[in-house]
């Protein structure tokens, strides 16, 4: 199982970014994926997820209502849409995926087994 994504830059606060996170080695029917990210000298916050199938969602509450995930099955891609970008939303973001654990307010504690490497979103004037 290996995660890739992509898709990060720089864009002016209120603006909007997708990040990509294509896989490969399995499939999104049994796996889910969560976001992540990390922003500079802070720890790792997950802030979303979606289920296997793409069912359902789960955001934190630092982006729901802004952000949403999505899948396309057959391209074994999942979709972090970013609108009403923040300075605060500037961080390195991370897709992550483990086949044990479901999608939900507990998947972020997990130590999951799969992770892309990450892209750098940076939201400034």
């Known amino acids: 199982v290996q995660l890739q994504a992509s898709g990060g830059g720089l864009v002016q606060p209120g603006g909007s970014l997708r990040l990509s996170c294509v896989g490969s080695?399995?499939?999104?029917?049994?796996?889910?994926i969560g976001w992540f990210r990390q922003a500079p000298g802070m720890g790792r916050e997950g802030i979303g997820c979606i289920s296997r199938g793409g069912g359902s969602t789960y955001y934190t509450d630092s982006v729901k209502g802004r952000f949403t995930i999505s899948i396309d099955n057959a391209n074994k891609t999942a979709y972090l849409q970013m609108n009403d970008l923040k300075p605060e939303d500037t961080a390195v973001y991370y897709c992550?995926?483990?086949?044990?654990?479901?999608?939900?307010?507990?998947?972020?504690?997990?130590?999951?087994?799969?992770w892309g490497q990450g892209t750098q979103v940076t939201v400034s004037s």
């Open positions: 992550a995926s483990d086949v044990r654990y479901s999608c939900g307010r507990f998947f972020f504690r997990y130590q999951l087994d799969h």
């Open positions: 080695g399995f499939t999104l029917d049994y796996y889910p």
